[in-house]
């Protein structure tokens, strides 16, 4: 799907100025364009984007069965009911997407093939440039702008994170990465070799099972599952009931949510139990004789790293009709046809795929300066993972990892227009975070608590990230249910506040 930049895109004029400057249109960029035009009507906007068109994550995401892992119900915004089975395609995401984008009007506001390489902020005119290129024409762009709404996502779009392993160059055939598959990769009646287990891996291995030679899964260690059917019997009982859709998508968020909770409290004070119940709900797939101590029974407490959904068990499935195996074992080396595992063990492979995660970026690999100064973000404390010390009149989106992204794109929206309103009213045009004076002693710490949340993408880069304190203020909670609570409470004459 590929949105045209004429004759429906304004022309880019040298030097634009806007009131706001939103970075990025996937799910995020999208819904702050939506909220902007309903929340703020009366202040100038753009959308700049990189590729061709909007979705992000899921235009740019290619590899086979490539859906989500949470349901759309609470991923979808919360002004557009979702009506499909929660568990959704990129195509259904794209279609959703595509809707609220021709309802309401905002593909005259999103610049396509926009990439911004630099954001100056100059303290004097208190206005941020962007300057970068336009992917179709090579041609320089310039924008200018009073606020920046970061809305670029968390990872680097133009290639995955593949660890390097000995022998890789000697290996014959092809050896992909689902963030940049190639769409002519032909697998059929091939041996294919899946290194890694998240939910890309559960994904990937049920659609590509039925016309390959054979899959195998190869994990280092193994992952938390929850099968289930896609489904949601509420949403299903409301439509017989014939109960508004937008009332269905209200409800069903709001149970959706309740049950998620319920998985977070009980990953904290019954891990064990929790645990289990997550390894009975994968034995009912694999029958009692199935190792699972071996192959699914990870050595950390449930939720550290996100539990991928398993729609109608569909990865057990591939594994007991025997067109799918799975490895637990570390890679040695690679040889011109094989996988070589430390047990001694040779694995043979045709085609290679790492679906071995991301490299976080952060913020879009832009480089940022504030009066000239090269800015550091690792050099700054986050309030709330959304803005940032010393950054003025600046809003990233980074959403949940427990919980879909999007309900954080919602509720940052509403916390944006606020704010933006707010300055209006004060007669200011600028607004920093600031550290308070009751702030001195708090300690400093890194974005994220290993304890709390500890994927490989996050632990490779953490030290690019802002630093958090250890009051809620001051870091990413990762808790929607408190947040939720907490975001739009908050006091906007706070001290932490720098107006000018
Ligand atoms: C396969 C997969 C499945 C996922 N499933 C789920 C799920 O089920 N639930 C969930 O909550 N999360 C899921 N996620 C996480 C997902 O990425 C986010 O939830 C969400 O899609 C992120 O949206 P975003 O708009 O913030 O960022 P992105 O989708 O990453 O979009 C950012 C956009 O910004 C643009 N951009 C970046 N830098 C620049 C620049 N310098 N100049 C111009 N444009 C730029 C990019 O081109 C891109 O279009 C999944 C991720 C993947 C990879």
Not at 110 to 132: C, N, Q, V
Not at 232 to 247: S, Y
Not at 272 to 292: N, S, T, W
């Amino acid at each position: 799907m590929t949105r045209d930049n004429s004759p429906t895109q304004p022309a880019a004029q040298e030097g634009e100025h806007f009131d706001v400057l939103v970075v990025g249109a996937g799910i995020s960029g999208v819904g702050a364009a939506y909220h902007l035009t309903q929340q703020c009507p009366e202040k100038s906007f753009v959308v700049l984007e990189a590729l061709e068109s909007f979705g992000g994550t899921w235009l740019m995401h290619k590899f086979p069965g490539i859906r989500s892992d949470s349901d759309l119900y609470t991923f979808g915004y919360r002004f557009k009911p979702w009506t499909g089975p929660p568990i959704a395609t990129a195509e259904e995401i794209m279609t959703y997407m595509g809707e609220v984008i021709d309802e309401n009007d905002l593909d005259r506001h999103i610049r396509y093939e926009h990439k911004i390489a630099s954001a100056s902020w100059s303290g004097e005119e208190k206005l941020w440039t962007l300057e970068g290129t336009r992917t179709d024409t090579g041609e320089p762009i310039r924008f200018t702008a009073n606020f920046l709404w970061m809305c670029q996502g968390y990872y680097r779009h133009s290639e995955g994170y593949t660890p390097e392993w000995e022998g890789m160059a000697d290996f014959e055939g092809p050896i992909v990465h689902p963030q940049t598959w190639p769409e002519d990769l032909d697998y059929k009646d091939k041996e294919v070799l899946v290194i890694g287990s998240g939910a890309t891996t559960a994904t990937i291995v049920p659609a590509m099972a039925a016309d390959c030679k054979h899959i195998t899964v190869l994990q280092r260690s193994p992952t938390y599952f929850i099968p289930g059917r896609n489904e949601n019997e509420l949403a299903d009982m409301l439509r017989v009931l014939e109960i508004d859709e937008t009332w269905i998508h209200e409800i069903v968020r709001k149970k959706v949510l309740y049950d998620q909770a319920e998985i977070t409290r009980r990953s904290f004070e019954e891990p064990e139990v929790l645990k289990q119940e997550l390894l009975e709900g994968v034995r009912a797939f694999l029958g009692p004789d199935f190792d699972i101590g071996t192959h699914f029974t990870p050595k950390y407490r449930p939720w550290r790293q996100r539990i991928a959904f398993v729609p109608d068990g569909d990865l057990f499935q591939g594994i007991t009709s025997g067109k799918a195996s799975i490895v637990t074992d570390e890679i040695d080396r690679f040889t011109k046809k094989d996988v070589l595992l430390k047990s001694g063990e040779l694995l043979e492979a045709d085609i290679v795929v790492t679906a071995t995660g991301f490299n976080l970026s952060v913020l879009g690999d832009i480089e940022f300066s504030i009066d000239d100064e090269p800015l550091d973000f690792s050099e700054t404390v986050t309030y709330h993972g959304m803005m940032f010390t010393g950054v003025p009149n600046m809003l990233w989106i980074f959403g949940y990892f427990r919980a879909s992204w999007t309900l954080r794109v919602d509720m940052l929206a509403d916390f944006v227009c606020r704010l933006l309103k707010h300055m209006e009213e004060k007669g200011v045009k600028s607004v920093t975070p600031t550290l308070r004076p009751e702030d001195a002693d708090m300690p400093i710490l890194s974005w994220m608590d290993p304890e709390n949340f500890n994927p490989g993408y996050l632990m490779r880069k953490m030290h690019l990230l802002p630093k958090r304190g250890d009051k809620p203020e001051w870091q990413h909670t990762q808790d929607y249910w408190t947040e939720r609570h907490r975001i739009p409470a908050i006091d906007l004459d706070d001290g932490a506040f720098h107006y000018e």
